[in-house]
């Protein structure tokens, strides 16, 4: 019983070093535009929603097939000849924004690998200049939701878009 309340007392102490949800994206000076918000409301306060949390479909003007239509014209590439995935997961507001992206790279065996710097820099500029991303609501409020977009590279060249 006594080793409950202390452990009960340390983690109420260390609850405000750790996010909300489970993966949850804290701010990051160094990484982050300070002009993006996140939404609240007195419902859900700054809660954001994650892909399975009821908000599962996939929310994009013209859906997927737009994403991957203005990614071929992007052409975007590699000199390297590198195989794998490149996931960008970031959240998108209320008003339909974009903020707080973060970046994943893996070899095709799916092992955190680096593929290309500069690829992966393109990745992550197309995927921010995606503007369609259409607002949710979840019981009559609009919310913020956690969205990601994999990026199967192949040869050095983004061949698919997944999900």
Not at 21 to 37: A, M, S, Y
Request: net charge positive; glycine share 8%; hydrophobic share 30%.
């Amino acid at each position: 019983m006594l080793s409950f309340g202390w452990v009960s007392c340390q983690t109420e102490k260390n609850v405000k070093k750790y996010p909300g949800t489970v993966g949850d994206v804290e701010f990051d000076h160094q990484l982050d535009d300070p002009d993006f918000k996140k939404c609240g409301s007195e419902k859900w306060g700054h809660f954001s929603f994650q892909y399975y949390q009821g908000t599962k479909e996939f929310s994009y003007k013209g859906e997927k097939i737009a994403i991957a239509e203005k990614l071929k014209k992007e052409n975007i590439y590699s000199e390297k000849k590198v195989n794998g995935y490149i996931t960008v997961r970031f959240l998108v507001n209320c008003e339909g924004k974009t903020g707080r992206f973060r970046l994943q790279h893996m070899s095709p065996d799916l092992k955190d690998s680096v593929l290309d710097e500069e690829l992966e820099k393109k990745v992550l500029q197309f995927t921010k200049s995606l503007d369609g991303w259409m607002p949710k609501e979840i019981k009559g409020l609009k919310v913020d939701y956690y969205q990601y977009l994999t990026y199967k590279i192949e040869n050095g060249k983004v061949s698919e878009v997944l999900p």
